[in-house]
């Protein structure tokens, strides 16, 4: 069974930074598309990153353009976890949010409006950014 936990949420001021983990287990697959989405309260949900990669290592980044500059995507094989570095937080950040997986979507369909759609996803971390 598939299973994606994420951690590292929490409550920050503006400016602030915070790191999101997410630790997969259950699946085997070589080669898997993972991202990170998140939903603010009566909003929809809203893709923030991807990555493409492969147990072997390596990995293509992207972002949604409320991301780029600020949040930074990557992954540790090793320890079969995914992470979310996010700076310079804005109170528009704050959101639940989500690691999500999808094996099918390796390649071209791993891109950040495709994320709120993967196959596998956590339970959610709330982050939170006063101002």
């Known amino acids: 069974q598939v299973q994606l936990v994420e951690s590292g949420g929490g409550s920050v001021q503006t400016g602030g930074s915070l790191r999101l983990s997410c630790t997969t287990s259950?699946?085997?697959?070589?080669?898997?598309?993972m991202g990170w989405f998140r939903q603010a309260p009566g909003k929809e949900r809203e893709g923030v990153t991807t990555?493409?990669?492969?147990?072997?290592?390596?990995?293509?980044?992207l972002y949604a353009d409320s991301a780029k500059g600020r949040f930074t995507i990557s992954r540790d094989n090793t320890k079969n976890t995914l992470y979310l570095q996010m700076r310079n937080l804005k109170p528009e950040d704050s959101a639940v949010y989500f690691c999500?997986?999808?094996?099918?979507?390796w390649g071209p369909g791993c891109r950040p409006s495709a994320v709120t759609d993967f196959e596998y996803v956590g339970q959610g971390t709330q982050v939170t950014v006063s101002s």
């Open positions: 999500a997986a999808d094996p099918s979507a």
């Open positions: 990555y493409s990669g492969s147990n072997t290592g390596g990995g293509l980044p």
């Open positions: 259950g699946y085997t697959y070589s080669r898997v598309c």
